[in-house]
């Protein structure tokens, strides 16, 4: 069974850089695609990036100028920096993977606030 558990600080000030590290059990992040996905108070899902097997990155356009996800085989872990925040990125964020065109495990999610 894949788990994935989502970590970091919970409150960043604006201006500053968010960080979140995903752990992976359950299978190696050098097989299919993991990815960032947040949900903002009220709002959807938005898919924020991923870095697929192979080490390959892919962002959303509308963030990819502040986002940045990298990988650390081995401790099986895949991280997301997002830098010049403002309280718009305050969201819950979850880490997932992606197969068979679909986000088939999800961690639980873990609440970030932009606030100073």
């Known amino acids: 069974q894949v788990q994935l558990q989502e970590s970091g600080p919970g409150l960043v000030k604006p201006s500053q850089t968010l960080s979140l590290t995903c752990t992976v059990s359950g299978g190696s992040i050098t097989a299919y695609g993991w990815y960032w996905i947040r949900q903002p108070p009220g709002k959807g899902l938005e898919w924020i990036g991923g870095i697929v097997y192979d080490g390959r990155t892919y962002y959303s356009p509308s963030l990819k100028s502040r986002t940045s996800i990298s990988r650390d085989t081995s401790n099986n872990q895949f991280s997301l920096q997002l830098s010049s925040v403002t309280p718009e990125d305050t969201a819950v964020y979850y880490c997932?993977?992606?197969?068979?065109?679909?986000?088939?495990?999800w961690g639980q999610g873990t609440q970030v606030t932009v606030s100073s």
């Open positions: 997932c993977r992606g197969a068979d065109r679909a986000f088939d495990y």
